[in-house]
Nanobody, 127 residues
Framework: QVQLVESGGGLVQAGGSLRLSCAASRRTFSDYAVDWFRQAPGHEREFVAA????????DYADSMKGRFTISRDNAANTVYLQMNSLKPEDTAVYYC????????????????????WGKGTLVTVSS
């Protein structure tokens, strides 16, 4: 069992930046592949970014490539999402999710693959 807590959301103007954090309760967080998803009002939850347990493999949704960067500090049990050039359409609740993974470079992009979820942090981008 691992508890995930997101932080770093808030209100930002279009073109601005935010860094989200996902802190895990377990010291073995390095055993987990981690994703970020988001859900806007009236929309389904969508994939944002993924990182392998070792951090050597990442993936992004097409609309986030070049603007968002996922990274992790396993010593700090934390995964980050750096979001630059934010747009009003990035407004959503952002969730981190984790799944225990045996292979160091495996990543997942489907919410169905994830076992543990945080409660989310709200990002609002004003125009």
């Amino acid at each position: 069992q691992v508890q995930l807590v997101e932080s770093g959301g808030g209100l930002v103007q279009a073109g601005g930046s935010l860094r989200l954090s996902c802190a895990a309760s377990r010291r073995t967080f390095s055993d987990y592949a981690v994703d970020w998803f988001r859900q806007a009002p009236g929309h389904e939850r969508e994939f944002v970014a993924a990182i392998s347990r070792s951090g050597d493999n990442t993936d992004y949704a097409d609309s986030m490539k070049g603007r968002f960067t996922i990274s992790r500090d396993n010593a700090a049990n934390t995964v980050y999402l750096q979001m630059n050039s934010l747009k009003p359409e990035d407004t959503a609740v952002y969730y981190c999710a984790a799944v225990l993974e045996n292979f160091r470079s495996t990543i997942y992009t489907s919410p169905a693959a994830m076992d543990y979820w945080g409660k989310g942090t709200l990002v609002t981008v004003s125009s």
